[in-house]
Nanobody, 122 residues
């Protein structure tokens, strides 16, 4: 069973940066896709970035493209999300997830981390 553990969240002022980590473990075959989602109270989880772990093909939500960078370190089995020029609307709980493909729907991802809170103050 895949285990995912996020870290790196915190509070930052608008315009600042954070780097989130997602350590993956517990698998014999590496998940095909790792993804970052975020969620605010009362809202559905939204997919913000994905990476295929073998081809390193990436996808970004339009609102974060050019500002956030997703990466995967195969030696560490860790996915990262570098977030720059943060805005108050980036405030959310951030989750990492794994799946057999980089699906749009959160329902199709198999395993999830517990989440890490990011708070951006203006």
């Amino acid at each position: 069973q895949v285990q995912l553990q996020e870290s790196g969240g915190g509070s930052v002022q608008a315009g600042g940066s954070l780097r989130l980590s997602c350590a993956a473990s517990g698998y014999s075959v590496r998940p095909v896709c790792l993804a970052w989602f975020r969620q605010t109270p009362g809202q559905a989880r939204e997919r913000i970035a994905t990476i295929y772990t073998h081809t390193f093909e990436t996808w970004y939500r339009a609102s974060v493209e050019g500002l956030f960078t997703i990466s995967f370190n195969t030696a560490e089995d860790t996915m990262y999300l570098q977030m720059n020029s943060l805005k108050s609307e980036d405030t959310a709980m951030y989750y990492c997830a794994s799946g057999g493909s980089c699906w749009l729907s959160s329902d199709l991802y198999d395993f999830w981390g517990q989440g890490t809170q990011v708070t951006v103050s203006s």
